[in-house]
C-alpha cells in the first residue's frame, strides 16, 4: 500500500516562504509522477505544481508560476514545495499527491496560512 504524508504546514507571514515536504512509503517512488495540490475554505481544490516521475518536467498554476518551486528526492522518497513570497490567497490546505496506475493517492493534507 502507497501511503503519502504531508508536513510543513503553518502560519507565515506575507512574502515570506514556507517549505512543505511530502514523504511517499510503499511502492517504487522513482516511478511515479508527483504533484501538489491545495484547497481553500469554498473552493474547488486546484492544481498547484506537477513534477515527472524522474524530475526532469516540471508545471505550474500561473498563480504561483515563479514563486513556487517544486522538486523530489527519488533516494529519499520525497516531494517538496518551496514556497516564496507567499499572498493571503495562497492560505489553503496543501495536498501531495502521486500517481500510481492512472490514479492519484492522496496524503491528508497539511494546513498553511498566510497572515497579511
Known amino acids: 500500500q502507497v501511503l503519502v504524508v504531508e508536513s510543513g504546514g503553518g502560519l507565515v507571514q506575507a512574502g515570506g516562504s514556507r517549505r512543505l515536504s511530502c514523504v511517499v512509503s510503499g511502492g517504487t517512488f522513482s516511478n511515479y509522477p508527483a504533484a501538489w495540490h491545495r484547497q481553500a475554505p469554498g473552493k474547488d481544490r486546484s492544481l498547484v505544481a506537477g513534477i515527472t516521475s524522474g524530475g526532469g518536467s516540471t508545471a505550474y498554476a500561473d498563480s504561483v508560476k515563479g514563486r513556487f518551486i517544486i522538486s523530489r528526492d527519488n533516494a529519499n522518497n520525497t516531494v517538496s514545495l518551496q514556497m516564496n513570497n507567499l499572498k493571503p490567497e495562497d492560505a489553503a490546505v496543501y495536498y501531495c499527491?502521486?500517481?500510481?496506475?492512472?490514479?492519484?493517492?492522496w496524503g491528508q493534507g497539511t494546513q498553511v496560512t498566510v497572515s497579511s
Open positions: 499527491t502521486i500517481t500510481l496506475n492512472g490514479r492519484r493517492v
